[in-house]
């Protein structure tokens, strides 16, 4: 307030114009990262190429293709997410009935918000010496335990959230009707269902897109997943490992697999955003 | 607001149907309801301990057997003679975490900022599915994205012309990589993989200040920067503190975009072009031929244990402040 007119007016446009600046260019420079790997992946892609897994030669420029790592990474992605909401429901569930205000939804809450921010190649070594231990090598069942641990935070916390948002008086209504707290789970999971839904389409594209985690966990094959107990490509890992090939050829199929793998997870992403708008609709607020 | 027809269709008395069952039917589903969502939310909570408990007592042989600060300060990692000094990753790890830092987190800032303050409530329904579907991309497409775009840039112009104009003054920024693959590169990449993550957490927080607060600003006469000024940072100083942190952490962990175009070079970098190794790095590269050399495993779950620390202590600090901000009614 001491400061003259003049600079206070100046002051009022130039702030928002650096603001808007910095948003503009990190725009910019993010969305050519979406041009950048549609472009070089539009290239290469073939119906070929999603269509087979790898013939001989492959990594030498053979024929062939990446079903392999689509199919792995689904199986990878989908059965992580059934386990991870499997778990993530009552845990919820529990964290706004029976312990609703208690300290150990606050520990709970503390100790998902670590398990988020952890870095998946942690988890990867942390389920690579577990399945040593059991005397398991590299599997989809291993992978998929690995990406149980990364995204069950993102899944249950997104849940909470949505959780959160449903009103006291509607809870406490239920309560007055004489329910027990297992039947106010059941009304609160029918009022979240829509976040939920969001959740796990999120944990989804999160697991399908997560390489560092399966890294050790899952291994990589040429073949296509067979059996729980076999390892299992990953289209993050066909990614990172063709691409430090030296053939061009090799190098083409990395960036297809890149398109393929961004397209999966924007479809999810997207798909997240309609359930969330369109069923949120039938929630009472 | 009874929970009768939560659907909206058809004549349905949810609610209501399940209260008419008999007692003991109830309470036995109770029963079996309450100790199902008891168990699991304690293994949740056990879960982390699990983890952290394995990865100390796998890291032990090294860790509680060399000092702890000749682990995080000696720059010799030679595993086949017995060395493990993590300094090099270390030094790594911060240099690459402190450039994207450095070069997101003003921006995002403000971004958010603007986004919070300064555009209507249609465009912000517009940026932010965007900001998020960003936020999802996984880290091996950024990576590639760096090795396409990046990497050449920085090599063919950014490296050459700083060196040129002002690497004589700041030794910081001499080029004697030719490569274009180094610290800077995946710093940069890095900077905008968290970018999105701090704008969305940040935003958040902001539009969470009361109108009050602004109202009042402006009645005492304050322009429209002025009072972003109070809502950004006085009270919502906090939240942005925590968008930070979080940013931090997924930047501090972050493995295979870094792999990608860190060069992994385990040399003491003398300027940001050169290569490097961060911890992460190590571990994705180096684990999977651990079993030939005694301590090596150790040695390597020694940097996931100084990950996990970095990441717990981060946490914390994030939830504290957050914590701090609901609790004058800042969220929610």
């Known amino acids: 307030m001491k400061r003259k007119l003049f600079v206070r007016a100046l002051l009022d446009k130039v702030w928002p114009a650096v603001m808007l600046l910095c948003l503009l260019g990190a725009g910019f420079v993010l969305s050519s990262i979406l041009i950048a790997i549609t472009s070089r992946g539009l290239r290469s892609l073939s119906w070929e190429m999603i ?22 990474s689904l199986c990878l992605a989908l059965g992580a997410t059934t386990i991870a909401s499997l778990v993530a429901i009552p845990v919820v569930l529990y964290m706004h009935t029976y312990g609703k205000g208690k300290r150990q939804t606050l520990l709970i809450r503390l100790a998902l918000d670590v398990m988020w921010g952890m870095p998946s190649i942690v988890y990867g070594a942390f389920v690579f010496t577990f399945i040593m231990a059991v005397g398991l090598r590299a599997s989809l069942l291993a992978g998929m335990l690995t990406l149980v641990l990364v995204s069950l935070p993102i899944l249950t916390r997104t849940f909470d959230e949505v959780a959160l948002m449903v009103p006291t008086d509607l809870s406490e209504s239920t309560l007055a009707l004489g329910t027990t707290r297992t039947e106010l789970a059941g009304m609160l999971l029918r009022q979240t ?21 399966v890294l050790f966990t899952a291994g990589y094959t040429d073949s296509m997943p067979s059996s729980l107990l076999r390892p299992v490509a990953s289209l993050p ?23 393929v793998l961004t397209a999966i997870i924007l479809l999810f992403g997207m798909l997240a955003y309609v359930v969330h708008a369109h069923l949120g609709r039938y929630i009472i607020r | 607001m009874l929970p009768v027809e939560i659907t909206g269709r058809g004549k349905r008395e949810s609610g209501l149907s399940r209260l008419r069952q008999p007692v003991p039917l109830r309470r036995w589903r109770e029963l079996v309801g309450s100790s199902l969502m008891r168990g699991f939310s304690l293994l949740v909570g056990v879960m982390l301990l699990v ?68 555009t209507s409530q249609r465009i912000r329904l517009l940026f932010k599915p965007v900001v998020d579907l960003l936020a999802g991309i996984p880290s091996v497409v950024y990576g590639l994205w760096g090795i396409l775009v990046v990497v050449p840039v920085v090599r ?47 935003e958040e927080v902001l539009r969470s200040v009361p109108d009050e607060l602004r109202h009042a600003l402006y009645s005492v006469g304050a322009t429209k920067w002025e009072v972003t000024q109070v809502v950004a940072f006085r009270s919502a100083r906090g939240g942005l503190l925590a968008a930070i942190v979080l940013g931090l952490s997924r930047a501090i ?31 994705a590269n180096t684990y999977g ?24 202590i981060a946490n914390i600090i994030a939830r504290v402040f957050l914590d701090r901000q609901i609790a004058r009614g800042g969220i929610r």
Do not use: C
Request: glycine residues 10%; without cysteine; hydrophobic residues 55%.
């Open chain 1, 193 to 213: 269902v829509p976040g939920l839904l969001a959740g796990i389409f999120l944990a989804f594209a999160r697991s399908i897109g997560d390489g560092a985690s």
């Open chain 2, 289 to 312: 031929e651990l079993m030939s050399i005694p301590l090596y495993e150790s040695a390597l779950m020694t940097a996931a244990v100084l990950l996990f620390l970095i990441i717990l």
């Open chain 2, 156 to 202: 063919e112009t950014v490296a050459p012309w700083l060196d040129q104009h002002v690497g004589e003054s700041i030794p910081l920024v001499r080029n004697f990589n030719p490569t274009g693959y180094g610290l800077f590169s995946s710093g940069f990449v890095l900077a905008m993989m968290i970018f999105p993550i701090i704008v969305s957490v940040s």
């Open chain 2, 51 to 118: 983890i952290s408990l394995t990865l100390i007592i796998r890291a032990w042989p090294v860790l509680g057997h060399i000092p702890f600060s000749e682990l995080l300060f000696s720059k010799s990692w030679n595993p086949s003679q017995g060395t493990f000094g993590l300094g090099v990753f270390v030094a790594g790890t911060l240099i690459v975490t402190l450039t994207a830092m450095v070069l997101a987190v003003p921006a995002a800032i403000l971004s958010a900022i603007y986004l919070a303050e300064y």
């Open chain 2, 253 to 283: 962990g972050e493995t295979l975009a870094v792999v990608m175009l860190v060069g992994n070079v385990p040399q003491v970098p003398r300027s940001l072009f050169d290569g490097g190794y961060t911890l992460s790095g190590l571990i």
């Open chain 1, 237 to 259: 890992l066909a990614i990172f490992f063709q691409l430090s090939t030296p053939f061009p050829e090799v190098q083409a199929r990395a960036h297809t697999a890149a398109l």
């Open chain 1, 51 to 72: 269509s087979t897994p790898p013939q001989r030669a492959f990594y030498l420029g053979g024929a062939g293709g990446i079903l392999n790592a689509i199919a792995g």
